[in-house]
């Protein structure tokens, strides 16, 4: 998915990157000199050693015929290959027996940091995710191991303002509220956590406006008066399992003249509804297939029952996997949200993080606390994924990418880095469950194992294992959900 | 907004104005979201420009796969008051992908389309995927294209990893040593960053012959 901040990048911490950044993206066509010598294609540039052929050359069948998605696939690859061979002079290393360059923790610790201060004017359009802001950099901080509870009081100061008192919170003070908002600043309190950011959530509120959401066919609205996709339904899930709420829609809720009674009312088939001709997933019925909305779609299924019945009922789970299992290419090893669509270390999350959710509806209903037997194992290449984040999604002075190229921001190295946690671990449920809840039993019995065979990364490269539906901390989800399941609603 | 009283009809500029913003970005997710919404909103199905629009953006980019995606609803989607769907039939309690009528013309010909998008360009993922759904929304099967999918798998030239794995479909039912082969070829040489998938649908095979 793009995402692109408008106007000057920050110059707090690193004002050297911007100006080198700037003019590479006006001149698409131009290739920096250091990595390629004049008449010579990164094609043809020998790579480090450790790096098997299939990262390094491009597809073997080219068809004759050029249209435009071919040349934005050309360009793409030109600059993706000095960087996936660890030739490219802009690379930090150490570089590992793969060829595989290290992660540089620090610059991206740095970054993060720095994007929790404050923004210049050019960040304007940025004002309606003021909540996005807070939530991806102190994932990508959680993710790099750092104790964000030193940022507590910030965020909620930050946070408690752009909560309306008709319930959920604005991308910004005074701002109508939205369930992506909303999501993200719930998930942000989860993760600095403790009673004094549980306690900004007004419930009740939250509640009654979720139920101003739900739509007559099953799913949700973002926002009153807003369009209903997968991301409201998602999103309103996450809210509803994470605060508590009552699964009872409220009492002058719309949908409740349609005959339904509960928030998972019909909600299921709206997400079926969903699933397109080639398998994936769209933001709503009817529309193109997409990475994000396949993620939101399948984690929502997963909140509201066990994967192996939710996911098995709504889905053709043989075309989904040809779908998912095509968004990933070579030689670029990571995902494209999109068919004959481009790269993007985003997708590294959102298509990544489908894998483990099929992985578990295919291994079926846990019968242990421990992992279950692997019924089918990684069914994608985590070498290739591993490979784009390292080699091709870090920027140079701190913060990951789309693609070489471009500027890194938060949104990206948020989802980068939830994309590599993801690789790195085992996710899978067990048959206990941190919550008393019934319905979202399997939701809070997901457990994370870190993979110690056949890795590209170093131990150094890792990072902390993220819950695979509420993409923060385990531990984060499951004391939020304590701590509300112990509070009178 | 969308209320009946401020637009009882489609604002006669819309889809040119659409057209410009697809000339900047032709696969702009969200203008292909409010186009759908247009379609469902005026009924425009059989409205000339809808297909002459999707003509267009594929005459100029064969591999723009949110116009292939746009003219399967405009074909095989769900109109009137039934609920929408990105396959025909799909949802929680039906078969998916199984349309209730067809009209046997409409999918002959959109086969043709998409054989003619092929040929133009075998390794394009749109169309090879544009035919099956097509088949599927009529309940056929995909052995009528097992002659058309080898022509671009002929001994030792491979021109469509898709033509590939359309073969592998159709082998694989009755024929799982021919499909065993096929599947093998893409994870050996032409598709191997998707090794652990094609072992999969191996073993898969095993399980079912």
Redo the contacts between chains.
């Keep these: 998915m793009p995402f692109t901040v408008p106007g000057k990048n920050r110059r707090v911490r690193f004002p050297s990157q911007s100006a080198p950044i700037a003019r590479e993206q006006k001149r698409p066509g131009k290739r920096p000199a250091s990595s390629h010598p004049a008449g010579k294609m990164a094609s043809q540039e020998v790579p480090r050693p450790g790096i098997p052929a ?1 990262f390094t050359q491009p597809p ?4 004759p ?1 050029v ?4 040349d934005l696939q050309d360009a793409t690859l030109e600059k993706c290959l000095p960087f996936l061979k660890g030739i490219h002079s802009n690379q930090k290393g150490p570089f590992n027996a793969c060829g595989v360059p290290a992660l540089q923790r620090d610059d991206h610790v740095a970054y993060l940091y720095d994007a929790l201060e404050d923004y210049p004017a050019g960040f304007v359009a940025m004002d309606a995710s003021r909540p996005w802001m807070v939530y991806w950099a102190l994932a990508g901080l959680s993710l790099l191991g750092e104790d964000i509870t030193r940022v507590r009081q910030r965020v909620i100061e930050t946070l408690r303002p752009m909560q309306n008192p008709t319930g959920g919170f604005g991308g910004g003070h005074g701002q109508t509220s939205h369930v992506a908002g909303a999501y993200a600043a719930v998930l942000s309190l989860a993760m600095v956590g403790g009673e004094e950011a549980f306690a900004v959530v007004d419930r009740q509120s939250m509640w009654r406006w979720l139920g101003r959401l739900k739509q007559a ?1 099953g799913g949700f609205r973002v926002c009153e ?1 807003g369009e209903e996709d997968v991301r409201g339904a998602y999103c309103a899930m996450t809210i509803i399992s994470l605060l508590d709420l009552p699964l009872a829609l409220p009492p002058h809720a719309v949908a409740r003249s349609a005959g339904m009674e509960k928030f998972t009312d019909e909600l ?2 709206y997400l ?8 994936g ?10 990475g994000a909305y396949a993620f939101c779609a399948l984690a929502c299924l997963s909140i509201i029952g066990p994967p192996e019945e939710t996911i098995g ?2 889905m ?1 789970l043989p ?1 989904l ?2 779908w998912l ?2 968004r ?4 670029e ?1 990571g995902f494209s949200g ?4 481009l790269v993007d270390g985003c997708y590294s999350h959102w298509v990544g993080g489908c894998w483990p959710l099929l992985q578990s509806a295919m291994d079926g209903k846990p019968q242990s606390d421990g992992p279950p037997p692997q019924t ?6 985590r070498e ?1 994924l591993d490979r784009y984040i390292l080699c091709c999604c870090q920027s140079p002075h701190g913060g990951l990418r789309d693609k070489p190229g471009k500027s890194p921001d938060c949104y990206h190295t948020c989802y980068v880095l939830t994309g590599l946690s993801a690789t790195q671990h085992r996710h899978y449920r067990t048959d206990s469950s941190a919550s008393s809840s019934e319905t979202f039993a399997s939701a809070f019995s997901w457990k994370s194992r870190p993979i110690r065979e056949d890795n590209v990364f170093e131990r150094g490269d890792r990072l902390t294992a993220f819950h695979p539906l509420f993409v923060i901390p385990h531990q984060a989800a499951e004391r939020m959900r304590l701590w509300y399941e112990s509070e009178a609603f | 907004m969308a209320s009946e009283s401020h637009f009882p009809t489609l604002p006669p500029k819309e889809l040119s104005f659409l057209m410009e913003m697809f000339a900047q970005d032709s696969k702009n997710y969200h203008v292909w979201t409010y186009r759908h919404w247009l379609v469902r909103r005026f009924g425009l199905w059989d409205h000339p420009r809808e297909l002459e629009d999707v003509d267009a953006l594929l005459k100029a980019d064969v591999r723009n796969n949110s116009a292939w995606n746009h003219r399967y609803m405009l074909r095989f989607g769900p109109r009137g008051d039934e609920p929408d769907a990105g396959m025909v039939g799909s949802g929680a309690d039906t078969k998916a992908g199984v349309h209730g009528v067809v009209d046997e013309e409409i999918v002959d010909s959109e086969l043709e389309v998409a054989k003619n998008a092929i040929l133009k360009a075998p390794e394009n993922r749109s169309p090879w995927w544009y035919a099956r759904g097509v088949l599927r929304a009529a309940s056929r099967g995909l052995g009528e294209w097992e002659e058309f999918a080898g022509l671009f798998v002929t001994g030792s030239v491979i021109k469509s990893t898709h033509a590939v794995e359309w073969l592998a479909d159709v082998y694989a039912e009755g024929r799982e040593e021919e499909a065993v082969q096929m599947l093998t070829l893409l994870r050996e040489k032409y598709d191997p960053v998707r090794k652990n998938y094609w072992d999969y649908r191996i073993k898969m095979l095993g399980q079912v012959a």
Excluded: M, W, Y
């Design positions: 299939l073997p069948i080219r068809d015929l249209t435009e998605s071919i066919d008066g299921p088939n079926a509804r969903c699933q397109t001709f080639e398998g997933i769209s933001g709503s019925p009817g529309v193109e297939a997409h009922r709504c053709d075309l996997l040809s299992s095509a990933q290419n070579a030689p090893g999109r068919t004959n669509k089918v194992g990684s069914l994608f290449s290739g």
